[in-house]
């Protein structure tokens, strides 16, 4: 990242938290974004999720949908999703889960089915109050009386 994105990130995140960062630092690269640790001086410490710029950023893409998918599905489920603090087209800023190695079949079998239980919310349609994402493709979700329409 370059010092002039890491700084607007930086500005950004203290000014949406409050609190001072004491170390931000490169994470992972995603298909469409990289996710940077952030320590904040309040012990938190945080992920933030930002858009990558120029040509190694996807057309039509934006992080402002992920944001309200992973704010639904904390509402929404019992899968553990990260809270999140703030969301924008560009950044998503949330919780830091560590898995701490603790991932294996028994854990893989309880997100499956906590994932299977978020088709037994009812609605007299079928939808979304929004559109969301599969990956780096939209998800057109207007709310239809049928399944086969919809």
Same mark, same amino acid.
């Given at each position: 990242?370059?010092?002039?994105?890491?700084? =607007?990130?930086?500005?950004?995140?203290?000014? =949406?938290?409050?609190?001072?960062?004491?170390?931000?630092?490169?994470?992972?690269?995603?298909?469409n974004?990289?996710?940077?640790?952030?320590?904040l001086?309040?012990? =938190?410490?945080?992920?933030?999720?930002?858009?990558?710029?120029?040509?190694?950023?996807?057309?039509?893409?934006?992080?402002?949908v992920?944001?309200?998918?992973?704010?639904?599905?904390?509402?929404?489920?019992?899968?553990?999703?990260?809270?999140?603090?703030?969301?924008?087209?560009?950044?998503?800023?949330?919780?830091?889960?560590?898995?701490?190695?603790?991932?294996?079949?028994?854990?893989?079998?309880?997100?499956?089915?906590?994932?299977?239980?978020?088709?037994?919310?009812?609605?007299?349609?079928?939808?979304?109050?929004?559109?969301?994402?599969?990956?780096?493709?939209?998800?057109?979700?207007?709310?239809?009386?049928?399944?086969?329409?919809?």
């Open positions: 990242m370059r010092q002039e994105d890491a700084d =607007r990130l930086r500005d950004k995140i203290e000014s =949406r938290t409050g609190t001072s960062i004491t170390d931000l630092r490169f994470f992972a690269a995603g298909q974004a990289d996710l940077y640790l952030v320590d001086d309040d012990r =938190r410490r945080l992920m933030a999720k930002t858009m990558r710029i120029g040509d190694s950023a996807p057309p039509n893409i934006d992080l402002e992920e944001g309200w998918m992973l704010y639904y599905l904390t509402m929404k489920s019992k899968l553990p999703a990260p809270r999140v603090y703030w969301y924008d087209p560009t950044t998503i800023l949330m919780d830091y889960i560590s898995d701490e190695g603790q991932l294996n079949d028994t854990v893989e079998q309880m997100a499956a089915m906590d994932l299977a239980a978020l088709h037994s919310i009812r609605s007299k349609f079928f939808g979304m109050e929004r559109d969301t994402s599969v990956g780096s493709f939209r998800q057109p979700n207007h709310f239809e009386v049928s399944w086969i329409t919809f």
